[in-house]
Structure formats: structure tokens, C-alpha cells
């Protein structure tokens, strides 16, 4: 089970994105070529994109302490990322709780996190599934995958793979490579929606083509049977061995270097140097929303 990280992960990169944004309306009227220094929001943007955190977390501060709901959501996952600033769960806590109040959407999935995984307050599904959904129906698909694999597991909430299924699909169809893949996974064990292979190779593939290792396994397996897509044992020999490059998590780690280690034995040499040519060459594409 992959678990409300998946709002962690995106927290600091759309909350301060989201800052960016905010400020370009803030200069109409000022000439095109009118030299202007950047408002506080594009430098910490500017600032964490060359790297220097230490630098973001000063502009971001003063901007949360000012009331910035967007700021204080991103403060927030610097604490728990430790970036620019010492790891401290309890801080986040304050930060994200203070943008969730404001309506933040990223603050809300972000405090449904620490709710989630029992991070500096204590464990609760409930609390966490409220938060993820307050963000969900605001369209974050970070949030919307949290919440459906709270459905999916029955965790807070009544197990319920047909809304987990709905979550899923929404966030899938944003270009999110973690809908994309549960939402592959359903299709494939007719799990909230009718089996079809076809529809769970379309959805498995969008996520391994984002570099999505839980979905690079599984599409790899349905390539290896011709489940839904014609059978291609140099295209899911490829699939695995990116699957089992993945650092994260040694479980998938495992389970694709011993499927591409055992396929290996039923392709020709030709096969094989095709196979790692691919995977050599590949690249990882963000996928437009459908």
C-alpha cells in the first residue's frame, strides 16, 4: 500500500508553483519592459528551483507569518522533507494545519498526511480521510488518490472499491501517475469497475511511462501474457528492468528483477540486447490529462 506520501511528494513543487502564478497578475498596469524585482513569491520559486532552500524557507516564512495560505502549505512540506530546515514534524503540523484553515487545498491533503501516518499527532483515518476529501473536491489529484486508497483498504472509511475506482479515475484523468496505475490495477482484477485487460494496459502503461515502478511491474506482467495488449517479451523485459531499478521500495525491486531474470531464459540473445537497448534509451513523459 503507498500511503498519503503521495501529497508530500507534491507539496512543495505545486504550492509554490501556485505562488508564481498568483503573482503575475500583481503588475498590471507596470510597462512590459519596465525593470521590476521579483515579489517574494517568485523569488522563493526561483530560489528552490536553483536549489537553495535555506533561501525559500527565509522568503516563505515571512510570507506564511503574513497569513499566505500557499506559503504556509509549503513551509509546511519543507519541515517534513527537512529541506532548507530541520526535519520537524510538529512544525509542519502547525504550518499545514494554518493553510488547511484558510481552505488550502494543499495544506488540507498535507495535514491529512500527518493524520494518515500518525506523524507528530496522533494516528487517525477518519480525520485523515475528512482532510483528503476536503482537498479531493477541490480537484487536488494527489489528495483524490489518498482518499481512494483509504476506500480501497477501508481505512476511516466503509471499504468501497467502487469510490476508490471514482477517486482513482479522476485523478488518473489530470495526468496523475498514481491514478493511473490504481486505477490500471482495478480494470485488471475487476476491482469497483468491470475486468477489461484492454482498458488496464491503456491506464498501467500512462503510469510506467511517467516512471511509476508499481506500474512498470504490472504492465510488464500483462505484456509477458498478452493480457490486453499483443504479447511482447522485449517490451516487458524493459518494463521490468526499470521496475527493478527502483530504490524505493525493494519489494517491487525484487519481484521485477526475478520476472525479468526468469523471461531472459525464454528470449534470444537478440531479444535480450533489444530489450536493454530500450531500456537504455528510455525516458520518462509526463502524460497529458484525457
Partial sequence: MRTGLVVISALVGLGLAGLGLASLGSKAGETADAPTAPSPSEAALAAMARGDASQAVQLLKAMAEAGDAEAQAALGALYIGGKGVPQDDAAAAVWLRKAANQGNALGQAGLGTLYEMGWSVPQDY?????????????????????LGMLYDHGQGVPQDYGQAATLYRKAAEQGDAGGQSFLGD?????????????????????????????????????????????????????????????????????????????????????????????????????????
Fill in 126 to 146: 477518519g480525520k485523515a480521510a475528512d482532510l483528503y476529501r476536503k482537498a479531493a473536491n477541490q480537484g487536488l489529484a494527489s489528495a483524490q488518490v489518498d
Fill in 186 to 290: 482495478f480494470y485488471a482484477l475487476g476491482l469497483g469497475v468491470k475486468q477489461d485487460y484492454g482498458r488496464a494496459a491503456f491506464w498501467l502503461r500512462k503510469a510506467a511511462e511517467q516512471g511509476d515502478a508499481h506500474a512498470q511491474l504490472n504492465f510488464g506482467s500483462l505484456l509477458a501474457e498478452g493480457l490486453g495488449v499483443p504479447k511482447d517479451y522485449v517490451a516487458a523485459y524493459m518494463w521490468w528492468s526499470l521496475a527493478a531499478a527502483y530504490q524505493t521500495n525493494s519489494h517491487i525491486a525484487s519481484q521485477a528483477a526475478r520476472a525479468r531474470d526468469y523471461l531472459a531464459t525464454q528470449m534470444t540473445p537478440a531479444q535480450t540486447e533489444a530489450a536493454k537497448a530500450q531500456v537504455r534509451a528510455w525516458k520518462p513523459v509526463k502524460t497529458p490529462a484525457q
